[in-house]
């Protein structure tokens, strides 16, 4: 799992990328944004070669919470080949960000 | 946050907690520290609404204020300290009839000898249509998490109590102007609000009025629709953003008719938190009670405890 930085970044390996990608759209200053971090961490290794997991700094990446119209977080998002597929906002319980992975 | 599982076969629990917010967590503490054995049950993470508390001034010893999230995790990781466990797992039923007392999660059926139900409460609904569609989009029940994405623009917090209250000051920092739409003409807010908020040039009450509406362009709030409900006017408010602050309402539904609830769904406790069901109790925001703070939360989770112990030992 990594934080991405830059939208070239995003671009290429979630908007270009193949496959399943979860990215959890952050704020180091949000509550439940904290509260869920260690289901992301664990999803991720759980995961691992199965789905891609990335975070995203809202206030490091305006643009690319910008792009997606993100206004609140933590916002989950899954991705499948490019396309964003399923979107979730606010704090949920591991099995029900597992879920929305299918 | 490390989930500790609870053996899942015959063992039977002292104590089983179901929600680690700070009821629950204190509770957990003063159990465990009382050489039970404890398990806290917990649909996301440990924190409740405390851990998406910017910070708290009123809470006793931290006269400089401390943040919410780290209040909370001081708070789990004391009751840890002490033994507590936590089962990341949501509770969906519970059987109070039987003993030990039964406690179903998604995972599994648990047994304990007595059960502290501190679930707390969540922010209340308006049940708009397009409400929840623009959750995320215009749409919070938390100016703390949302707030940063509206500022310099104009955004409408509902509510008139200290939830409203405060998020109408956290946001006049951020937002171009607050509008502050509230069914009465006062706010029911601590004293301490009132004057604070009126000297704060970019906040503007919209008294004894209702929003009816949400309005929505390509899939974002664009305004709410406010009706005066004095002279039954009607007239729309462009609001990129708004923070429903109207309440709160039991997480009490698990429960289906084990306990004994109130009209809203809060649970009928006595003083030490018992319920009329003897080794169960109730700790908190969830429970019928006049004041719903962290201080009085944990005050409760601390009598709870100290009944359950008396209750087992008997």
Known sequence: ?102 | MTNLQVDKDPRVIDVAIVGAGPAGMTAAMYASRAGLEVAMFERIAPGGQLAQTEHLENYPGYAQSTSGFELAMSMHEQASIFGAKLVGEEVLSVDFSVEPKRIDTAFGEYRARSVIVATGARPTRLGLPLEAELQGRGVSYCATCDGNFFRGVDVVVIGGGNTAAADALYLSRICNKVYVVHRRDQLKATAIYHKRLADIENIEFVWNSEVVKFLAEDGFLEAVRVRDKVSGEERDISCNACFVAIGTTPNTEFLAGALQLDQTGYIFADEQGRTAIPGVYAAGDVRQKELRQVVTAVADGANCAEAAAEYLHE
Request: charge should be negative; charged fraction near 25%.
């Open chain 1, 1 to 102: 799992m990594s934080v991405v930085l830059s939208s070239e970044e995003f671009n290429a390996k979630v908007l270009n990328g193949t496959g399943k990608v979860l990215i959890d759209f952050f704020a180091t200053w949000c509550g439940p944004c904290r509260m869920i971090a260690p289901f992301i961490e664990e999803i991720a290794e759980e995961k691992a070669g199965e789905v891609e997991v990335y975070k995203i700094d809202i206030d490091q990446s305006p643009d690319i919470a910008r792009q997606f119209g993100i206004r609140g977080v933590p916002t989950l998002m899954v991705f499948e080949d490019g396309k964003p597929v399923s979107q979730m906002v606010g704090a949920q319980p591991k099995a029900q960000i597992l879920q929305m992975l299918g």
